[in-house]
Structures are given as C-alpha cells and as structure tokens.
C-alpha cells in the first residue's frame, strides 16, 4: 500500500535503538510507551517513512511495515518459520502466480502471507481451530481481505489424508512430517515438489527415508544461516550475535510413475 496513513492501517514504530512497535490506527488511539505515548490520530496523514516524537519527546520513525518486519512482531499462537527461511523455502518450492499449494501446519500464518504473497493458491490443513483463526486473522490483517478468494484453510489432520490428486506444492509445517509423504505422493502431480520445515536432524532422517521409500527423486536436505555484519568505519567485523540454526529445509519432487 502506498500513500500517507490512514485509519486502519498497520505501522511500524522504531526506536533511535532500532526497537520495534506494531500498532494498528484507530481513532482516538494511543501508543505508549516508557517515554510518554503517541496519539494515532498524529500519524494519519503522514507519509511513510516520517519521524514522530511521544509526548515526552522519544523520537520514533514510522514505516509501512514489510512482510518481514509484520511476521516478526504479529500476534502468534504457535511458533512461526523465519523470514530468513520462508525466502528460500519459496525458491526452494518455485511458488509462484497460480501454484496451487496445500500447507499443513498453518500456525499463525507466516508460511501462508509468504505463500500468497508470491500469487499462490492455498489450501491450509490445521488441527487447531484457534491457530486457524489466527493466521486468518493475520493474513488479512497484513494482505487484505482480497487474498482469501485464495486462502482456504480447513481443520483437517494432514496425517489422516490429503484431498485431491492436483497440487503443484505441498509445505509441511509438522512434527512428523514422514507420515504425510504416502499421502503427498498421491496428491501432488507429478514433477510438483514437496518441501518441509523441521527443527530437528532427527525428523529429516525419517523424512529422507520415507520419501526414498516413496519414490520420491531430486531430494535435498540444507539450513540457512544468517549473519550480520557491524559497519562503523573504522571497525568492520561481524556481529558477535548471529540468527544460526532455526531448522532444516527438506524438499524433493514426486515422480512420474507412468
């Protein structure tokens, strides 16, 4: 969205020490913080990208928040994949305008905004019904409420069976993600890619078993390690703090079996 804020909208807030506030404007509304508070009514208006100060004088710089920045401070129920894996993990995929995906687990819905983002067609399987609202809840709040004419998610248990035979992609968000693959080779087309997110080198042992076992082909298993560096001239050197690992990306691709 471009355009100065509005009423409704969702803005970033950062601090001089690069904190950051999710707000949402609503009339009459205030931002507070250690530092006296903000009115909403102040930043309607305004364009993005434009400083404001509380009424104690804390400078803070409002921007439209990224998909990053809005996946990492939304509300959450279950624990979310990372923006520095859901970019690859789209790569990985090859999603794009028109791929019909199925995700299972949705969570809160980082995987989905990245997905529909990138013009896919979703079809979210959640055991919890709290956890689906959420993400629902987010994906609009973020996307619009235009999206979920491709946004369906269901409560389903993906363990139990997969409808349809026609998926280009099917993203696992799962502990045992080993016991979908029986189901994923029936679904996806043939050539489609399977890709799942798991936290432990434990899971993606059992994972590369059962798609070997699935005649699955092309399977590779990696992590993604994100390091900032510190610039200040003179002194560059890496930061002492780095985000290592979050979990590892399985994907591989469904054979033709004619």
Not at 44 to 56: E, I, K, M, R
Not at 71 to 92: E, T
Not at 155 to 183: A, K, M, N, S
Not at 233 to 247: E, F, I, K, N, S
Request: hydrophobic content about 45%; charged content about 20%; glycine content about 10%.
């Amino acid at each position: 969205m471009n355009g100065p804020f509005a009423l409704g909208d969702t803005v970033l807030l950062v601090d001089h020490k690069r904190r950051r506030y999710l707000i949402t404007l609503e009339a009459g509304g205030q931002f507070h913080s250690h530092a006296g508070f903000l009115p909403h009514d102040e930043l309607v208006d305004l364009p993005d990208g434009s400083a404001v100060t509380t009424t104690q004088g804390q400078a803070f710089v409002a921007w439209r928040p990224t998909l990053s920045d809005y996946i990492l401070k939304m509300p959450r129920g279950a624990q979310v994949i990372y923006p520095k894996d859901l970019g690859p993990m789209l790569m990985l995929a090859d999603v794009g305008p028109g791929v019909r995906v199925l995700e299972s687990g949705v969570g809160s819905g980082a995987m989905s905004m990245a997905l529909l983002r990138a013009g896919a067609v979703v079809t979210g399987y959640e055991l919890r019904e709290d956890f689906a609202k959420r993400a629902v809840s987010n994906v609009t709040r973020m996307l619009g409420t235009d999206v979920l004419d491709r946004y369906d998610v269901q409560l389903r248990d993906c363990y139990e069976g997969i409808d349809g035979t026609d998926f280009d992609r099917i993203i696992l968000d799962l502990p045992e993600p080993w016991q979908v693959i029986g189901h994923a080779a029936v679904a996806l087309r043939p050539g489609g890619i399977v890709i799942a997110y798991t936290p432990s080198i434990v899971q993606v042992i059992r994972l590369r078993a059962a798609l070997d076992a699935a005649g699955f082909a092309m399977a590779e298993t990696l992590e993604v390690l994100n390091r900032t560096w510190h610039v200040e001239d003179p002194a560059v050197r890496p930061d002492h703090r780095m985000v290592a690992h979050t979990g590892f990306l399985t994907h591989a691709r469904r054979l033709n079996e004619e």
